[in-house]
């Protein structure tokens, strides 16, 4: 079975650029979180998608955040300004529906911003 | 809302040393509560989980028992080996949305 999939691995760019990074769940996956993981720290949910709908966004930066799952499938997470303190790893997350569930996670994107 | 609280680290150990890592947690209703590892350079992968009270999750030696009324679930391996030293991180997974919340991490360093 295919993991979950994202790219690219690595990310540099300087603050005030935009950046996007693309997730691609594990197949017939429901739900699909992307988590922010500053280093030495745990990861932080930002959003989480059923479907193609968001059930969570709360930690979510909307002034400089977006992201969007169409069609249920594959999500993209961007940042647009960006900034120093968005250097991180952005981690993507897919599981079956349900409490019980694992979630498997994606090699993730570590973002350097200088 | 829902949080996690796991021992801080970092954690340093021979080799064949009983390990405990502690965790509680605070959470409506009632959570599905796991353990994940991050091996150096890898991503996040499960080690156990337990899913209602008095469960007890075990895999590779590691085991968590889900305590309901100290609201905790320990890790615990008798006898830590080299390959064991990574970051582990105490998770819940609940809510009416079954979101999945991580504590900070406890970074493991075993020594022959």
């Known amino acids: 079975e295919a993991g979950v999939a994202q790219s690219p691995r690595y990310k540099i760019i300087e603050k005030r650029q935009s950046v996007a990074f693309w997730c691609n769940p594990i197949s017939g996956h429901a739900t699909l979180y992307w988590y922010q993981q500053i280093l030495g720290q745990g990861p932080k949910l930002l959003i989480q998608f059923q479907n193609n709908g968001v059930v969570d966004d709360s930690q979510l930066p909307k002034d400089r955040f977006s992201a969007e799952r169409l069609k249920g499938v594959d999500s993209t997470l961007k940042i647009q300004p960006a900034k120093l303190e968005d250097s991180a790893v952005y981690l993507c997350a897919s599981t079956l529906q349900g409490p019980n569930t694992e979630a498997f996670f994606g090699q993730g994107t570590r973002l350097t911003v200088v | ?112």
């Not at chain 2, 829902?2 to 954690?11: A, H, I, L, W, Y």
């Not at chain 2, 959570?31 to 992968?45: D, H, I």
């Not at chain 2, 030293?85 to 991580?102: D, I, M």
């Open chain 2, 1 to 112: 809302g829902d949080s996690v609280t796991q021992m801080e680290g970092p954690v340093t150990l021979s080799e064949e040393a009983f390990l405990t890592i502690n965790c509680t947690y605070t959470a409506t209703g009632y959570p599905s509560l796991f353990w994940y590892v991050q091996y150096p350079g890898e991503g996040l992968q499960l080690l156990l989980k337990a899913t209602k009270a008095d469960d007890k999750g075990s895999n590779k030696g590691f085991e968590a028992t889900y305590r309901k009324e100290t609201t905790s679930f320990h890790l615990e391996k008798g006898s830590v080996q080299v390959s064991d030293s990574a970051v582990y991180f105490c998770a819940l997974r609940g809510g009416s949305n079954y979101k999945l919340t991580f504590g900070k991490g406890t970074l493991l360093t075993v020594n022959p």
